[in-house]
């Protein structure tokens, strides 16, 4: 055994030393008795890093795992940080959420723990409920901070832990280094204090709020009878969603009932993503038995909302949206309801809601990915970002909010029903106002994070000089702070038009919370009229084929 192991046997005892946890006691006993030297570097070769999207990681034992050790060490880094920015108004409350991941329970109950012992107050919101809950509760409860247990749509072994301020949004650089920063600091865990009581838990009046809240986002008196099929993919949105369904008065959804309960090992999908392959199979099969107007999905913690809809054209008579169709279409609707205010999205979303704010005459402004800055626009009536993130009431809840997204197009979807018409209707409404916005993705994952590394590098070193057919015009590095932004890795390519393409866009970046390269097309193709429409979006298909093709090539 070289100095490695020797390395890294070390520090994997000094780990198990002050490891609180039975569970991962074991696990790392296990690896240490088998001289496992690879499970305990992949364990042991660095640290979860703690960003602007907090940590998410897979669980287990070690620093580079999602575990009680590492949870309590982030928690006494944030508290520290709030600490210290504390002004004498008594102390400061954290609101914590979790969702019903294995352990999610068990961090959030160690973040309270270590917030009483800091000098703070908490309070855990009273069972697995959605995100946006948790982001309503913060300025609802007049918190300074607050704390969400849940890794999203990731695959079952994975946990996280996102973190909000005061204003009730995700941190943004610098917070995320000074937090780092602090949690670095942490000493020995015995150090760490952790009663056994002194927070609260808070009763279902914080839901029952956030229920009242949602009213907002709809007009009133508007129409609600649509029918619809639902699931929250196995995760905790279906209680909440079908009380607002039912306060607002819309017809109670029809449960996807192998989904309907939360599940933390997600049994019936291989990601509980709705926009993954196959992760819809069963809402469809159930809208085949039932006929329903819509289908609607949210992602396990219910921030994000997925919609489908009737095609004669598609396999099984039903298709998804587009996270960026949904957008436009609430952002259409949001200005039919007269909104008055800032539209914004994501830079890998589509251009298609600037130019909906522009002919309605509203501000429009474009932010980095993630609703940690598209939650800070000044002036916000709606947000979104492609990968079916939707705020549409930033006065209630300053994030993604998959259920009253969810609110919002089931009164869409109503609204056009009494007129004989549908959603589809005004996805070619703006075709032939604003030309075909088709976009597209290509999403490579990996296991290996260095590979990813490695193909922005290439794709820096030798840019593309033409993708899919189109001249390459002009490339922004955004990690320059291109066009005003602040800085982020990624790379943003304008190409040519020509051939029927009125222009043509392609961002590359590594994805946040996945191991994953993503890619971003979107083509603008004009539209004569009506009866072109299938032609042109058959050329925009064939289009972001090329472009795809061209990228899996390019990206390795």
């Given amino acids: 055994m070289g100095d490695n192991g020797d390395d890294l046997f070390a520090r994997a005892r000094a780990w198990l030393a002050e490891d609180p946890d039975p569970e991962t006691r074991e696990e790392l006993n296990g690896l240490l008795e088998r001289g496992d030297l690879a499970g305990l570097a992949s364990r042991f070769s660095g640290t979860l890093q703690f960003g602007t999207a907090g940590l998410r990681g897979e669980m ?9 050790t590492v949870v309590i060490r982030a928690a006494a880094g944030l508290a520290a940080y709030l600490a210290g920015r504390a002004e004498g108004s008594g102390p400061g409350l954290v609101v914590i959420g979790y969702d019903a991941r294995h352990r999610s329970d068990v961090f959030a109950r160690d973040t309270a723990a270590v917030v009483t012992g800091a000098g703070l107050r908490a309070a855990l919101l009273p069972r697995p409920l959605p995100t946006p809950v948790l982001a309503f509760a913060i300025r609802h409860l007049g918190a300074v901070a607050g704390v969400m247990v849940t890794a999203s749509h990731n695959p079952p072994r994975d946990n996280g832990y996102k973190v909000y301020l005061g204003d009730g949004s995700q941190i ?14 942490v000493g020995p865990l015995a150090e760490v204090a952790r009663p056994d009581e002194g927070w609260r838990v808070l009763g279902d009046e914080v839901v029952e709020a956030y229920l009242a809240r949602t009213d907002a986002a709809l007009r009133v008196g508007s129409a609600r009878s649509v029918s619809v099929v639902y699931t ?18 819309f017809p109670v959804p029809v449960e996807v009932a192998p989904q309907a309960l939360p599940d933390p090992d997600f049994p019936t999908v291989a990601f509980p993503n709705p926009e993954e392959p196959g992760a ?30 009737p095609d004669a054209g598609a396999e099984g008579g039903w298709r998804m949206l587009r996270g960026d169709e949904l957008g436009a279409l609430l952002a259409t609707h949001m200005v039919a309801k007269g909104a008055r205010g800032t539209l914004a999205a994501s830079i890998v979303s589509s251009s298609l809601v600037g130019r909906i704010a522009e002919t309605a005459g509203l501000p429009f402004e474009e ?7 598209l939650a800070k626009v000044p002036g ?3 947000g979104y970002e492609e990968a079916l993130g939707y705020c549409v009431d930033p006065g209630g809840v300053r994030d993604k909010d998959g259920i009253t997204a969810a609110l919002a197009v089931a009164e869409l979807a109503a609204e056009l029903q009494a ?10 409404d703006l075709a032939l106002a604003h030309g075909l916005h088709a976009t597209d993705q290509l999403s490579v994952r990996v296991t290996d994070l260095s590979l990813i590394a490695a193909a922005m590098r290439r794709l820096r070193e030798a840019p593309p000089r033409a993708l899919g057919g189109l001249a390459v015009t002009s490339v922004e590095d955004l990690s ?19 051939g029927g393409v009125r222009s043509a866009r392609v961002i590359v970046r590594p994805s946040g919370t996945e191991p994953k390269l993503k890619c971003y097309l979107e083509v603008v193709l004009p539209v004569a009229d009506r009866a072109s429409l299938s032609a042109v979006r058959e050329a925009a298909a064939g289009v972001l084929g090329a472009l795809r093709g061209d990228l899996a090539a390019v990206v390795g």
């Fill in 232 to 249: 929250p993919l196995h995760g905790v949105g279906g209680s909440v969603l079908g009380a607002a369904f039912r306060r607002a008065g």
């Fill in 280 to 309: 819809m199979d069963l809402a469809f099969a159930t809208a085949r038995a039932t006929r329903p107007d819509l289908v609607i999905a949210n992602d396990p913690d219910a921030d994000r909302c997925a919609v489908g809809v």
């Fill in 367 to 373: 932010t980095l990915t993630g609703f940690k800055w």
């Fill in 172 to 185: 943004v650089p610098p917070t995320d280094a000074d937090i780092a920063a602090r949690i670095a600091a």
């Fill in 419 to 428: 007129e004989e018409r549908s959603l589809t209707d005004v996805l070619d």
């Fill in 480 to 498: 320059d702070g291109a066009s005003g932004l602040p800085p982020t890795d990624g790379l943003r390519y304008a190409l040519a038009g020509g």
């Fill in 60 to 68: 287990g034992a070690g620093p580079m795992r999602m575990n009680r």
């Fill in 380 to 382: 916000l009536v709606f």
